[in-house]
């Protein structure tokens, strides 16, 4: 016995060695890994995650809890503080309990009826699935023991005033119905089990042990990865491109741009839809309603108006106009979608994208920032994101600012005759001109894979700005009122 302990400790040693070298390749690599424990309480997820730590150098990784929320991510979707603290490119970010309390402990507790149950593991899967295609390393621990043993664990603590504060009301409840929460625990394992994010089911009964399986568990995966990258991405089977002229003639083509608006009756409704829009942005807040509102469109076609008319009346603590640039290189070095999880509004809050997430689908495609397949996937990707959004609670709503060739080259030259708006034009404008039949495709597909129920495409008529305008107010008024009289008749339920 002593000899197999001995042999085992020396085991261990070398994995770490071998897990710290590992890490400094993955690193190189620009390889980002998220490590997540989950399990039954007292299976020793802390202890497991700090002997993980040894062999680590600690300036790349970072080590956060999940099993409760602070009055920041109460306020937002569940899996965001998971989404901002995704790691780096070459970075590992570490959970001691992950987004799997929401169908575990929350469910365990009450928190979520079944509908709201089913609406939590697609987000789960694909939160996991968007981080595994992006590149991102996914290992997933749970931590298992007996009713027993826990029980154990549970009274061992209890019997120091040291160790004591360490068992919570909650954890001693999940003990007295052990049956209960392993049958919650066995569905969520089945239901979240892929072959892209598989877990690792550890016995944690003996500690040593455990601290050696998980360890060579995550050398042995990070092993593979670093193969898989030096070996070059193989190549997954994806939707089969659709034919061009399938989206030459697409919903774009069906905006009828010759509506207008005259000047008396733009002013005159703008006044009554801006009031309008204040008394409804009070409601939101009252309510927690989350808004994220997305602005799409040709250049020169309006977003900077219709958005500037629509936040005029709004109070200036509860909204944030979020302009989106050619991503910096911290933006650059995570998930694509990462910088736009950081702008997600709180309850009660409401987000405006000036160019939104759509741009992998659009520039990136066109411009060959990112590969075909990447550009692909993006469109399950989004869809979901946004779903998840509209489960948590909020009103989406995406706007695409339709102009003619013709209209768009007018506003280029009045731009650059008017010295006082001459900044607004660039060469890159210009540029993007010559790809108009490109783009053209790109929109009209993209219009069709991402228009959801919960999550609408609006195509704005917008030769004449000021129907484009009124358009865009009269559609979030709608929207916004549509959805406080959903939240109000449930709440009275």
Not at 32 to 38: E, G, H, K, L, R
Not at 204 to 210: C, D, I, L, M, V
Not at 356 to 365: I, K, L, P, Q, S
Request: a positive charge.
């Amino acid at each position: 016995m002593r000899d197999e302990k001995k042999q085992q400790k020396e085991t261990l040693k070398e994995e770490m060695l071998r897990l710290g070298n590992l890490q400094r390749e993955c690193k190189e690599e620009k390889i980002p890994v998220y490590i997540t424990f989950d399990g039954y309480d007292g299976a020793g997820k802390g202890v497991q995650i700090g002997r993980l730590m040894q062999a680590l150098d600690p300036r790349g990784f970072d080590v956060y809890t999940g099993d409760k929320d602070t009055e920041e991510e109460a306020l937002r979707p569940f899996l965001w503080r998971f989404a901002v603290h995704a790691p780096a490119d070459g970075r590992i970010t570490i959970y001691d309990t992950s987004w799997y309390r929401r169908v575990q402990a929350d469910r365990f507790e009450g928190k979520l009826n079944e509908k709201k149950a089913d609406a939590a593991f697609e987000d789960i899967c694909a939160f996991e699935r968007c981080l595994v295609d992006g590149g991102t390393v996914l290992i997933k621990f749970f931590l298992d023991i007996s009713e027993k043993e826990q029980e154990k664990r549970f009274k061992k603590l209890l019997e120091s005033k040291d160790t004591a504060w360490r068992v919570t009301e909650k954890e001693l409840a999940r003990n007295a119905h052990y049956g209960k929460y392993k049958k919650l625990s066995d569905e969520m394992i089945r239901r979240t089990d892929m072959p892209y994010a598989p877990w690792y089911m550890i016995d944690a009964k003996e500690k040593s042990g455990t601290a050696l399986v998980v360890i060579k568990t995550v050398a042995d995966v990070l092993e593979k990865a670093l193969e898989k990258k030096r070996a070059g991405k193989e190549a997954e089977i994806f939707e089969k491109p659709v034919p061009p002229d399938r989206y030459e003639k697409g919903i774009l083509a069906k905006a009828d741009l010759t509506k207008r608006l005259e000047e008396a009756e733009y002013r005159k409704k703008l006044d009554k839809l801006q009031k309008r829009l204040e008394v409804l942005h009070g409601e939101l807040y009252r309510l927690r309603i989350p808004v994220i509102l997305g602005f799409e469109g040709w250049d020169a076609a309006g977003k900077g108006g219709a958005i500037k008319r629509l936040t005029s009346h709004l109070d200036p603590r509860g909204y944030k106009v979020c302009p989106t640039a050619s991503p910096n290189d911290v933006e650059k070095s995570h998930h694509y979608l990462w910088r736009f999880w950081n702008h997600v509004p709180k309850a009660g809050h409401i987000a405006i994208f000036d160019r939104t997430w759509y741009g992998r689908v659009m520039v990136e495609r066109i411009e060959g920032f990112c590969s075909e397949e990447d550009w692909h996937h993006a469109y399950r990707e989004i869809n979901e994101m946004e779903a998840h959004f509209v489960h948590s609670g909020a009103l989406v709503l995406k706007f695409w600012l339709q102009i003619d060739k013709d209209e768009q080259e007018r506003r280029f030259n009045d731009r650059m005759k008017n010295p006082e708006k001459r900044w607004k034009i660039t060469d890159e404008d210009w540029r993007n001109r010559e790809k108009w039949d490109a783009y053209v495709l790109a929109v009209n597909e993209m219009l069709e894979k991402t228009s959801t129920k919960d999550a609408p495409w609006i195509v704005v008529e917008g030769n004449s700005k000021w129907y484009a305008r009124i358009k865009v107010l009269e559609t979030v008024a709608d929207a916004m009122e549509k959805k406080i009289k959903e939240v109000e008749k449930n709440r009275k339920r």
